[in-house]
C-alpha cells in the first residue's frame, strides 16, 4: 500500500482554470475533462496469475488505454489513458487497474462481513464474479469500481478499478469511463490453466 500512495501522492493533479492540470512533478498534463476521446475498438488485456494454480486473466480494454508498468504490489493489469501512445505512463488518469490496496480491500471484506459498503457514493449489489459496483471517493480522484476475489479466491478482497480525477463528475466524459470499466468487467474471464 504504501508504494501505491506514494505514486498517487507523486503525481497528485492541481486544477487550474486553463485546459491544463499541473502535476506537483512539474509536467503536464491536459486535463481530461471534456477531451478524454475513446476509440471505436477495445483490446484483450491479459496477465497470468499464480495461486493455487496457475490463472490466465483477460479483459476488453478500450483501445485509447494503454498497458502500463507498475512499480506498487497491489496493483495489477495497469492501463492508462494514453490515445497517442505505444504504452501507458504510471502515475496518469484515468486508469484502468485490478487493485487491492487498502480501500479497496476493506469495502470488498466489509461487504463479505455484511452485505454493504458505507461511506460510498453509489452502490448495487451484484451476484457471480462481482460482489457490487460501487463508485467512491479515492484519495483526490474518484474511483468506480468491481468488487471481488481474484483466481478462485485465492486473491481475496480485489477490485477492478477505474480511477479519474474529479473534475470529471457529472460529465458525458464521465459516462463514457464508466462504460470502459463496465466492458471490462462484462468482459472479465479467469481461466484455470491445468
Given amino acids: 500500500m504504501e508504494a501505491f500512495d506514494k505514486i498517487t501522492e507523486r ?8 485546459k491544463q492540470a499541473k502535476r506537483v512533478d512539474g509536467l503536464q498534463t491536459p486535463l481530461p475533462k471534456g477531451e478524454i476521446v475513446l476509440a471505436p475498438s477495445s483490446h484483450i488485456a491479459e496477465e497470468i496469475f499464480y495461486g493455487e494454480g496457475e490463472y490466465r486473466t483477460t479483459f476488453r480494454v478500450n483501445d485509447a488505454f494503454k498497458p502500463a508498468k507498475s512499480h506498487a504490489g497491489e496493483v495489477d493489469m495497469l492501463h492508462t489513458y494514453a490515445p497517442n501512445a505505444e504504452y501507458g505512463e504510471e502515475g496518469t488518469y484515468p486508469c484502468l487497474a485490478i487493485l487491492s490496496d487498502d480501500v479497496v480491500y476493506t469495502a ?68 463514457r469511463l464508466m462504460a470502459v470499466l463496465d466492458e471490462a468487467a462484462e468482459s472479465y474471464r479467469e481461466e484455470r490453466k491445468a
Fill in 11 to 18: 503525481f497528485k493533479f492541481r486544477v487550474s482554470s486553463g
Fill in 108 to 175: 470488498v471484506e466489509e461487504f463479505k462481513e455484511t452485505g454493504i459498503v458505507k461511506g460510498v457514493l453509489e452502490y448495487t449489489p451484484l451476484s457471480g464474479t462481482f460482489y457490487f459496483k460501487a463508485r467512491i471517493r479515492y484519495y483526490e480522484h474518484l474511483m468506480y469500481f468491481y468488487g471481488m476475489d481474484c483466481c478462485e479466491g485465492y486473491f481475496e478482497n480485489q477490485g477492478l478499478c477505474l480511477i479519474y480525477p474529479r473534475a470529471l463528475v457529472g460529465t458525458e466524459t464521465e459516462q
